[in-house]
């Protein structure tokens, strides 16, 4: 029989479920501003996929997902939220003259943070596409500022923004690809553009033009990496909530939420290495950054409205496979790598790199990002002397690696090491020779793996599919309908370091009416 336990503090203002980025970025301006916070965490660490797990005693540390991220500028929102909470964080911003460098068969292209040098470099080496390749930025310009416009309520019918927010909604239905061939770009050049798909683990004919424009605009006007690593970001605005009377529980894994007349009257928790060691918990207002689709059958579907149920039939996103290593004895740097990622594709076409990798299981010709987060800082924790961290990551279908575990474990370890073999086969014949000679530690991460280390159903990497379908006014918000919950999560707001950040703040903004 479980033992039942009642939370033995008092009741908290906003109780929240989960500490990914925007849960903690919510929870953090809400105890800053005299709100009483109480956060539940089913894992042993804050931060969802944002979250940093150390390797060989603490020799190594990893973060779960990000490499690089955007917003974080003087003035730009991270920089505002962390500003407001206190919190002096430091960024370092990659290389201006080209934070991603793409490769593909046949060409290669450094983006820099300047649309007209992007557009010069593109059109040098396609000079019969230059105009069609300036409309195509040009636009690309003018719909991210239409979707900032779109996305704030009291904005939109002002006047003078009528033009952009118009043209972005004329791209409401539309892929990446949609827009490729408008503008008649030839395919090494949409291929050159799109390289870094890994960003969403979608390409072109499956991407939202909308999802990509609000990255691929972001990262224009600046990328950036922690001074101190994703940890330093995370601990801070963990340390707001503790500092400003608010308290994080963790190995508190949610599995029963208690609703009557509209509302939420009781959460159960349960401690997930021992499911008999059973907690209840109460608030006046609940905040879930658990995944709302999951949320919802935990509650049952007939208690929330006909809309919200549309909203919530999402469908995830596609899952990736990681390669967590060190490398000793060499000097990154010496081998072209640097304050940048890299992004390779062994096809041309990326759409199908993207169909024989995900649903053939063909990585014979593989479509990958390459990070050196050790380069990324001077501060070298995690990653004793001598050593550089590298990081690779492509997309991978969940119900394969799924199948496999439960069915074969043997098969499930085989598949893994060809899908490392494949990426490894390609690291040392382009990027890195001898690499498995010199990589002392290594690890990999299938799709099984973030959904039992992130909680993340299906394993998906950026909650609902970022398709057009699920992207743009229509996309499901904090509006739970329930009286007294509100969803926080990325299938309710944004994906990402940024989208994490802007989805707190703005639940933050609507329930206390206050700008950040």
């Known amino acids: 029989m479980a033992n039942i336990q009642k939370s033995g503090n008092n009741m908290s203002n906003y109780l929240i479920l989960g500490s990914g980025i925007s849960a903690l970025s919510f929870g953090a301006l809400m105890a800053k ?21 150390s390797e060989v005693g603490g020799k190594y540390k990893f973060n779960a997902q990000f490499h690089y991220v955007w917003g974080c500028g003087e003035g730009q929102l991270v920089d505002r939220v962390l500003k407001r909470l206190g919190l002096d964080i430091p960024f370092v911003h990659l290389d201006p003259d080209g934070f991603d460098h793409m490769r593909i068969p046949g060409y290669s292209l450094s983006i820099p943070t300047n649309y007209s040098e992007l557009i010069k470099r593109l059109s040098d080496q396609f000079p019969s596409d230059s105009l069609n390749i300036k409309n195509f930025f040009d636009v690309v310009r003018s719909v991210s500022k239409g979707l900032g416009y779109v996305t704030e309520a009291d904005t939109l019918y002002k006047m003078n923004r009528w033009s952009s927010s118009f043209q972005a909604l004329t791209y409401y239905h539309n892929t990446l690809q949609d827009v490729f061939d408008r503008f008649n770009l030839p395919l090494p050049v949409q291929s050159l553009i799109a390289s870094q798909w890994h960003d969403f683990l979608l390409p072109p004919q499956y991407l939202s033009f909308y999802a990509w424009v609000l990255l691929f ?38 599995v029963g939420i208690n609703v009557k007349g509209g509302q939420v009257l009781e959460i159960l928790a349960q401690n997930p290495n021992n499911p008999h060691e059973r907690f209840t918990y109460q608030a006046k207002e609940y905040v879930c950054n658990m995944d709302p689709k999951r949320t919802a059958s935990m509650i049952g579907w007939n208690h929330f409205s006909k809309d919200i149920r549309k909203k919530l039939s999402y469908e995830y996103s596609p899952s990736n496979f990681m390669i967590y290593a060190a490398v000793s004895d060499l000097d990154l740097k010496e081998l072209g790598f640097g304050k940048w990622n890299n992004f390779h594709s062994s096809e041309l076409d990326l759409n199908k790199a993207f169909h024989k990798m995900y649903y053939e299981f063909d990585y014979s010709a593989p479509s990958f990002a390459l990070c050196t987060p050790s380069l990324m800082t001077t501060d070298h924790s995690g990653c004793p002397e001598g050593r550089s961290l590298v990081e690779i990551l492509t997309v991978a279908n969940y119900e394969y690696f799924k199948r496999l575990k439960f069915t074969s474990p043997k098969d499930y370890k085989a598949s893994k090491k060809y899908v490392m073999d494949c990426l490894l086969d390609v690291v040392e014949k382009e990027y890195i020779p001898n690499f498995r000679d010199i990589a002392p530690f290594h690890i990999t991460g299938s799709p099984t793996t973030n959904e039992r280390f992130c909680w993340s159903p299906e394993g998906h990497s950026y909650g609902s599919n970022l398709t057009p379908q699920n992207m743009g006014i229509g996309r499901l918000n904090y509006n739970s309908s329930l009286k007294n919950l509100y969803f926080c999560n990325a299938s309710s707001g944004y994906a990402g370091f940024y989208g994490g950040f802007w989805t707190g703040s703005r639940l933050y903004k609507t329930l206390m009416r206050e700008e950040i």
Do not use: C
């Open 33 to 53: 501003s005299g709100k009483k916070v109480h956060v539940l965490e089913a894992h042993e660490y804050p931060g969802g996929y944002g979250h940093t797990f």
């Open 217 to 254: 605009d972001g990262y224009m006007h600046g990328a950036f990496y922690p001074e101190h690593h994703f940890d330093s970001v995370i601990n801070g605005l963990v340390s707001v909530i503790r500092q400003n009377g608010g308290t994080i529980e963790f190995q508190k894994e949610v």
